[in-house]
């Protein structure tokens, strides 16, 4: 494969203002949810290293150190399960994200929907999802056109 941009973002953002607009307003609406930012943030690095999204791993890092995420969590947030520094909510979102962003592995088993409702209430698993599928859109937008990852201090908070 070709490490040569198909489109930059910059580019698509201007060929496809209304879906690039309406892409935004899920994370908005995410944001206004209550929903917490740093958690979310874990949630689209996950996803991003799963669906091999150069850009959106590189982006979404450099908010979660703006935000003060621990680097040891940025750092291990791929082998989280193993990791031991993340709280339960957070390997629950970080395993409801693997489940949703696999889904052709299958869906989500009622033992996941269990643990599920022990961290969330149904607001926050509803707003949990939209993030999950909103950054699975992004990452998949960034690998078809082959967006490169953005320089350090490109991106705004």
């Known amino acids: 494969m070709s490490s040569i941009p198909v489109l930059s973002y910059e580019e698509f ?3 496809a203002p209304d879906v690039y607009v309406s892409l935004l307003s899920l994370g908005k609406a995410v944001d206004a949810s209550g929903l917490e930012k740093k958690l979310t943030e874990l ?3 996950r996803a991003s290293q799963i669906n091999h999204c150069a850009f959106c791993l590189q982006f979404h890092i450099q908010i979660a150190r703006k ?3 621990p680097s040891e969590k940025i750092d291990l947030v791929a082998v989280w ?3 031991g520094i993340f709280s339960a909510r957070e390997k629950a979102a970080l395993a409801w994200t693997e489940a949703l962003t696999s889904v052709s592995d299958g869906i989500p ?3 996941l929907y269990a643990a599920m409702s022990e961290h969330f209430t149904q607001s926050e698993l509803v707003f949990l999802s939209v993030a999950i599928a909103s950054i699975n859109q992004w990452n998949r937008i960034g690998v078809a056109l082959r967006f490169n990852p953005p320089g350090l201090g490109q991106v705004a908070v």
């Open 109 to 111: 088993d009622d033992a």
């Open 67 to 69: 935000l003060g995420i």
């Open 81 to 83: 399960q193993e990791a």
């Open 13 to 15: 953002t201007q060929t």
């Open 43 to 45: 949630i689209k690095i």
